[in-house]
Structure formats: C-alpha cells, structure tokens
C-alpha cells in the first residue's frame, strides 16, 4: 500500500493509473516522490550562499526576459538530436536571484514531504508572470520545438529541501494529459546546482524513451524507477548529468526521460519551471491520475477537447 493514496486510486494492479487523481497538486508531489527509489541522504554538504552585491529592480529583470535570447548555434539540431538542451546564460544572476526570493516568499507556507511545489504562480505574481509568458523564455521554446505558436500549459515553483531524495525517473508525456508531442518544458534553477544539489538529469535521445516503453510503471512502490534505471543503463544510454551555473537553463521534449539527484546540500533547490505546448493540441482521451488535477490547468476542457482556456494563454515569442 502507498499512504499517499486514496482507496480509489490505490485500486487494480500497480500499473492501474486510470482512476483520475482525488487530490491537489501538493499530495500528487507527495505521492510521485514516493515512487523514487533509493534513501535520501545521511549527510549534507554545506554551499556557500550567492554573494551578488546590488540586485537589479523588478522592472530591470521584467525588460531582460522581454528580450530575445540568442540561441547558440547547434542547440535547435541538438535538442531535435537529443530531447534536451542546456543553455547558459538565459537569465542574469540577478533576476535568479530576484526570482528565488520572490518564489521563496510565495512558498512560505506551502507544505510537502520531499519538495514543495506549487503550480500557476503566474495567475498571482507579476514578476513571475513575467518570467513565465517572457519572449526570452518563450521564444527559445518555439524556436526549440519549432513550431509557431505555443501555448502555455503550467509553471511550477519546485523547492527541494535539504536531504530531500530523488525525482524518479520519467518522461512528461506520461504525465501532461495533452496529446502533442510538441510540448516542452525549462527547468531553470535560481541557485547554481551543484551535482550534490540534484540538478536535473536527461537520458540522451529524442528516440530513448521508445527502449523503456514498455516497462508497466508502479503507483505503488519503486520498481518503475528501478527499471527505467536499468533498462537505461542496460542499453548504454548517455544520462547527461551536469552542474547547472547560477543563469543555465535547460529546455526538454516530453519524450525526454529524466530524473533528479536528492539534494543532499544545506540549502533549498530552488526551480522555476515551465511548460508550453504547440497550439491546437488536444487534451487526450483518457486523462489518468499520472497527470494530477489537471483541470487546475485547463479548466473547462473536456477530453479529447482542444486545449485553448484562458489559462493557456499563446505566449509571445
Ligand atoms: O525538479 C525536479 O526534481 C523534477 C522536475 C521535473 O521533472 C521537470 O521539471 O520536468
């Protein structure tokens, strides 16, 4: 049995996800972290805080998102190559830093076991409405996906606290109830990760989620996360693995699989991520409990309808 569950969705065979999910986002974390195998931590290592002098003004981080970002030449071949890009410098250290104690304040009363998480930040703050919809976030998006118009389909504020474990392993696709492959999502860390820290890792490939298709996944207990590892591994996948710098910002398909290291430093990990998918998409048929409460974001929008509320709203790119 998984405590974090309900007697409906504890219901059927582990891999039996069709029950829709009965409570909020925060529980939905509770239980997914649940699913990652191996212990958090026994000991912390200590990093010192970022020391920036002089923080730039809410409007000076609002006019830096507003502008483009000059892709690296390769990263649109790289990321159609691999699932996933990491790109330095997307934002300046200062808005990082603005950014991690705006989120760090609106965080302040949320609770979690393993990482406090909160999802449409944006429809509440302006200075992470400005990260979340920005052109330089947005446009690098439409750039990678290379598609047109994008949607946005959530942020998500993610604090992993000190000796929180492991994200498990997983791709999106799994988990967004949108039936487009064209939906990314950015990870960007208001804090360098160091690799103690759990920055986020990808399995390399646009094509590897196709080897770990077929394992059944687990609502109960480790043993997806498990497989998936090992079935990576087995097939000699590359896992890029990397410390993100105080600014990097990484950009993955929803094919892209993924995972994150506990956090085994003294201090919070910090993450604004979001998602964007290419307009026209459709909410799948048969939406499962994988997907949380999903109306939260795309209200009014039945199965297989097309997903276009106004809080999906096309993002300037
Ligand atoms: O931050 C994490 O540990 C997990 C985040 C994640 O899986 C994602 O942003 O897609």
Same mark, same amino acid.
């Given at each position: 049995?998984? @405590?974090?569950?309900?007697?409906?969705?504890?219901?059927?065979?582990?891999?039996?996800?069709?029950?829709? %999910?009965?409570?909020?986002?925060?529980?939905?974390?509770? %239980?997914?972290?649940?699913?990652?195998?191996?212990?958090?931590?026994?000991?912390?290592?200590?990093?010192?805080?970022?020391?920036?002098?002089?923080?730039?003004?809410?409007?000076?981080?609002?006019?830096? !998102?507003?502008?483009?970002?000059?892709? @690296?030449?390769?990263?649109?071949?790289?990321?159609?190559?691999?699932?996933?890009?990491?790109?330095?410098?997307?934002?300046?250290?200062?808005?990082?830093?603005?950014?991690?104690?705006?989120?760090?304040?609106? !965080?302040?009363?949320?609770?979690?076991?393993? !990482?406090?998480?909160?999802?449409?930040?944006?429809?509440?703050?302006?200075?992470?409405?400005?990260?979340?919809?920005?052109?330089?976030?947005?446009?690098?998006?439409?750039?990678?996906?290379?598609?047109?118009?994008?949607?946005?389909?959530?942020?998500? =504020?993610?604090?992993?606290? @000190?000796?929180?474990?492991?994200?498990?392993?997983?791709?999106?696709?799994?988990?967004?109830?949108?039936?487009?492959? $064209?939906?990314?999502?950015? %990870?960007?860390?208001?804090?360098?990760?160091?690799?103690?820290?759990?920055?986020?890792?990808?399995?390399?490939?646009? $094509?590897?989620?196709?080897?770990?298709?077929?394992?059944?996944?687990?609502?109960?207990?480790?043993?997806?996360?498990?497989?998936?590892?090992?079935?990576?591994?087995?097939?000699?996948?590359?896992?890029?693995?990397?410390?993100?710098?105080?600014?990097?910002?990484?950009?993955?398909?929803?094919?892209?699989?993924?995972?994150?290291?506990?956090?085994?430093?003294?201090?919070?990990?910090?993450? !604004?991520?979001?998602?964007?998918?290419?307009?026209?998409?459709?909410?799948?048929?048969? @939406?499962?409990?994988?997907?949380?409460? %999903?109306?939260?974001?795309?209200?009014?929008? =039945?199965?297989?309808?097309?997903?276009?509320?106004?809080?999906?709203?096309?993002?300037?790119?």
């Amino acid at each position: 049995m998984n @405590p974090h569950l309900s007697a409906t969705t504890a219901a059927g065979e582990a891999d039996d996800v069709a029950p829709a %999910w009965d409570g909020d986002n925060g529980q939905w974390w509770d %239980w997914y972290m649940s699913l990652a195998a191996d212990e958090a931590p026994t000991s912390l290592v200590d990093v010192p805080a970022v020391e920036l002098g002089s923080l730039p003004t809410e409007d000076a981080v609002v006019a830096e !998102l507003a502008e483009p970002y000059d892709l @690296p030449a390769g990263a649109v071949e790289s990321f159609a190559a691999d699932g996933f890009v990491v790109l330095p410098r997307v934002v300046s250290p200062g808005a990082a830093e603005l950014l991690r104690r705006r989120l760090a304040d609106l !965080l302040a009363t949320t609770g979690g076991t393993a !990482l406090r998480a909160r999802e449409m930040l944006w429809l509440e703050d302006p200075l992470v409405s400005a990260a979340v919809l920005s052109p330089r976030i947005a446009g690098v998006c439409a750039a990678l996906l290379e598609v047109e118009t994008l949607r946005l389909y959530h942020d998500s =504020a993610l604090c992993k606290e @000190p000796g929180a474990g492991r994200t498990p392993w997983h791709h999106d696709a799994h988990h967004f109830p949108l039936a487009s492959h $064209d939906v990314i999502s950015t %990870w960007m860390p208001l804090q360098p990760v160091p690799l103690a820290m759990g920055p986020l890792a990808f399995a390399r490939g646009m $094509d590897t989620w196709r080897l770990v298709a077929d394992l059944p996944f687990d609502k109960i207990g480790t043993s997806y996360d498990r497989r998936v590892a090992e079935g990576l591994r087995d097939a000699g996948v590359a896992v890029h693995e990397e410390p993100f710098a105080l600014g990097d910002v990484s950009f993955h398909s929803t094919l892209c699989f993924h995972t994150a290291g506990a956090n085994a430093t003294t201090r919070s990990r910090m993450v !604004l991520g979001a998602t964007y998918y290419a307009d026209g998409a459709r909410v799948v048929d048969h @939406p499962t409990m994988v997907s949380g409460d %999903w109306q939260l974001f795309v209200p009014d929008t =039945a199965p297989g309808e097309v997903a276009a509320s106004p809080r999906n709203p096309v993002v300037t790119t």
